[in-house]
């Protein structure tokens, strides 16, 4: 059975689970607006079952890269199922090298910062910027990112905060800082403000050697990049942790993937059951979508379908455990000092009217909204959250720059967007980077993410 008929296999076994005869069809209605995946596949199901021919495999093609991760539908397998679609297609037929270039954000990003002298200049004029879309295959209508001269790595190396931290005293809280690639190589202006707010505190910051997350390469089917960076992440991540770190993420599609994508069926290996001490007829089990709580079920019923099978079972299990546990998000982190007293903010413009969107992958993380209830605790702030819990801004990371994509991001993102129009004369704060690139393209306007605004007194 060769890849081809292994890709057509998995988005079969997505039918049959979301659709068919003894599918579930909660979504059919459910994801009706906020997804494109699923009213496609539906449609897709709906048109093999009336005429009894099978959807091609270019059309499966084609409802495969509708899904940008936003991690909105109910169920993680089925998620995992696409990702291992996308990944056997990849395998199948290699992505053209542009989709290659802008899905490796670690390498775009070097090569950003390293030649943004050049690349500046040449932007401002509009043949040059032209041949270079064409040949990203970046929609016209999308302004190529700019990339400062220098990165907030280069930055940070330079401030000597690449180096660890030595001889804490041990009431001196410390962080390992993951700023993710956006921060790191597009906007560094926020991981500074991370690392400013955290220092005015007295935390100590670490930035630790650091990968893509790989949220761009798993999109585009890239697993074994993917896998690559992620051993290495987990290496440093896991030494962090062992010598007493904290460790933060400010992007929370990173600490989406760290927390909720990665420990996936990690719980099922032997290796953990192993840990867990759950015996010989028994295993031991997370019940609900945060893993915070543990049941047992007898090994003999539920060993044929609980199994560590899954897109990452490949990597270690139990890394995998460790660095979900503890990872954080930096607003979540922020607000456990905040409400303990450990923790001095103020905005640096008070009176400033603010409308937060909260971004998918930070509702994914069940943290509420750590910087919407700092602000709102602060005297004389004005702050409302926009979005509702199935609103996304649509632009899938680098999904939204592809030519064949762009419409179908902004379709996406439509129904926030109304809700944001509403809300004008509010500065827009979300703390992902991704809908901050989405929103500034829709309504031209500067979007910051909360740490921009925040303050020591
Ligand atoms: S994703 Fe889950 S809830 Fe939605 S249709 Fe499929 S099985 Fe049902
Ligand atoms: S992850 Fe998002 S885009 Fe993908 S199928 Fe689920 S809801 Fe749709």
């Known amino acids: 059975m060769g890849m081809d008929t292994d890709f057509t296999s998995l988005v079969l076994e997505i039918f049959k689970k979301c659709a068919g005869r003894s599918g579930c069809e909660v979504c059919r209605e459910h994801m009706e607006e906020d997804c494109l995946f699923f009213p496609e596949m539906y449609r897709l199901h709906d048109l093999a079952e009336e005429t009894g021919i099978p959807p091609a495999e270019m059309d499966l093609a084609c409802l495969v890269d509708l899904c940008t991760l936003c991690g909105l539908c109910p169920c993680q397998d089925i998620r995992m199922l696409v990702l291992k679609a996308k990944a056997a297609r990849a395998e199948d037929k290699k992505p053209p090298l542009s989709t290659r270039f802008l899905s490796d954000a670690r390498q775009a990003g070097q090569w950003g910062t390293a030649f943004s002298a050049v690349i500046h200049p040449l932007n401002r004029l509009n043949p040059v910027t032209t041949l270079a879309k064409k040949f990203l295959d970046i929609h016209p209508q999308r ?17 000597g905060l690449t180096t660890p931290v030595e001889h804490t005293e041990k009431d001196v809280p410390k962080v390992a800082y993951f700023a993710g ?34 949220m761009p390469l798993i999109i585009e089917g890239n697993q074994k990049t993917a896998e690559k960076r992620i051993q290495a992440n987990l290496e440093t991540l896991g030494a962090c942790m062992q010598d007493g770190y904290d460790i933060v993420c400010s992007c929370p599609t990173c600490g989406y993937f760290f927390k909720n994508l990665l420990k996936e069926t990690a719980y099922y290996s032997e290796a953990f059951q192993l840990r867990a001490d759950a015996g010989d007829n028994r295993m031991q089990v997370p019940t609900g979508a945060r893993n915070k709580k543990f049941t047992f079920v007898p090994m003999g019923i539920y060993k044929t379908f609980l199994k560590d099978d899954g897109y990452f079972s490949g990597i270690d299990p139990l890394q995998r455990i460790d660095l979900s546990l503890n990872v954080q998000d930096l607003g979540e982190y922020l607000l456990a000092r905040h409400k303990t007293g450990q923790l001095s903010i103020s905005l640096k413009e008070p009176g400033r009217p603010l409308a937060y969107f909260a971004p998918c992958h930070q509702r994914e993380q069940h943290i509420g909204h750590p910087y919407v209830e700092m602000i709102q605790s602060l005297p004389g702030t004005d702050i409302i959250p926009v979005g509702g819990e199935m609103h996304c801004c649509g632009m899938g990371g680098h999904l939204g720059f592809k030519t064949g994509f762009h419409d179908h991001s902004l379709a996406i993102g439509g129904s926030l967007f109304d809700r944001l129009a509403d809300a004008y004369g509010r500065t827009v704060i979300t703390d992902c980077l991704s809908c901050r690139m989405q929103l500034q393209h829709v309504f031209s306007r500067q979007v910051f993410h909360p740490l921009e605004l925040l303050t020591a007194v």
């Open 143 to 159: 302004s190529l990112p700019v990339f400062p001269k220098t990165s907030f790595f280069a930055w940070a190396r330079n401030r």
């Open 181 to 214: 690639c956006s921060a790191g190589y597009l906007f560094p202006d926020v991981a500074k403000a991370a690392v400013g707010l955290l220092e005015q505190n007295g935390i100590q910051v670490f930035v630790p050697s650091q990968d893509c997350c790989t």
